[in-house]
């Protein structure tokens, strides 16, 4: 398989194994390796998994309750509160310094999910109109009762002052999406993406790759910018440190597999058989309390350190 970005196989090679988090997610992807172009600095899956395997996990499995990375539960809830989390506060600390929101009236949200990010952004700014791509099941009704209006991207007839995409890109199969940013930005409109990092380090001490294709790096983005004539405005690294990500994603793969047991499974209709939701949604509120190092949560808002785990920054059409 050729780079994605430089469309060459002179310079890459073979890098490591790929690793699931949830191996049952093989049947979807397939056995695969993990390749780095040199010239690019940009690491692939290879083989890519073929689309309709893909479009049916992203569209039905991704998001199932009780499955990381997102650990959605039965009640919604629980997901539509979050939108004022640390994280999403830190996205739009970000882009308010970087970017005159006063100015933005159509964002389009790549890969939404929920929608988060767009919904802080229009509750501050309200003259914002809110688009998106997303074929989760699980995310649906959250974003039409947010007022997004959710489109394939090929079908939209907007033009767009920002594009958002947060942790979507990595999900890819290449890099051409950028080619329809292009199409869809006004002249002048940003482009505000956060994705994994992932030099040298992130290789030689992840618990796992799965379901990431497309792994970044600052040079990377620099020559994606470059192909797609778009203007780097900044790129940082930011977030928790490698070893700090490291120990959550061990911590959420170990959640994962206890509740998948049969005993775990019982508990919880147990529970939600004999006890009021209410004593559930408690019950919830704590277990995520306990799981949240109140330390670690310094690393959402340092950017810029030796081993930030994330790649965030702002594309500028030209």
């Not at 039409?144 to 394939?152: A, D, F, L, M, T």
């Not at 080619?179 to 930005?185: A, G, H, P, S």
């Not at 600052?218 to 790129?235: A, G, M, T, Y």
């Amino acid at each position: 398989m050729n780079c994605p970005i430089c469309n060459s196989n002179k310079k890459s090679n073979y890098r490591c194994e790929y690793k699931f988090e949830i191996i049952e997610d093989k049947k979807y992807f397939g056995d695969l390796e993990i390749y780095r172009c040199e010239e690019c600095d940009f690491s692939y899956a290879n083989p890519m998994p073929n689309k309709k395997d893909l479009d049916f996990f992203y569209e039905n499995i991704y998001r199932l309750p009780y499955r990381p990375p997102y650990w959605f539960t039965e009640y919604q809830a629980d997901s539509e509160n979050k939108y004022l989390d640390d994280r999403n506060l830190n996205y739009l600390l970000y882009l308010s310094t970087l970017i005159d929101l006063k100015n933005i009236t159509n964002i389009y949200d790549f890969g939404a999910g929920i929608g988060d990010l767009g919904y802080a952004i229009k509750k501050k700014f309200p003259q914002v109109n809110l688009f998106c791509t997303e074929y989760d099941k699980q995310c649906l009704n959250i974003l039409n009762k947010r007022g997004y209006i959710n489109k394939e991207i090929e079908l939209l007839d907007k033009k767009f002052d920002l594009i958002i995409t947060t942790h979507s890109l990595e999900h890819l199969t290449n890099i051409e999406i950028f080619n329809r940013f292009n199409e869809i930005l006004k002249p002048n409109g940003f482009i505000f993406f956060e994705i994994p990092y992932c030099p040298e380090q992130y290789f030689s001490g992840r618990p796992y790759d799965g379901p990431h294709l497309l792994f970044y790096t600052k040079k990377s983005i620099e020559k994606i910018s470059k192909k797609f004539d778009l203007e780097v405005i900044r790129v940082d690294t930011c977030s928790y440190s490698f070893l700090e990500d490291y120990k959550f994603q061990r911590e959420s793969q170990e959640r994962y597999y206890n509740i998948k047991s049969q005993v775990s499974f019982n508990f919880i209709k147990f529970l939600k058989k004999f006890i009021p939701q209410s004593f559930i949604k408690m019950r919830q509120s704590i277990l995520n309390l306990k799981s949240v190092d109140e330390m670690s949560k310094l690393g959402l808002f340092t950017s810029n350190s030796d081993d930030n785990t994330y790649l965030r920054g702002i594309l500028k059409k030209n």
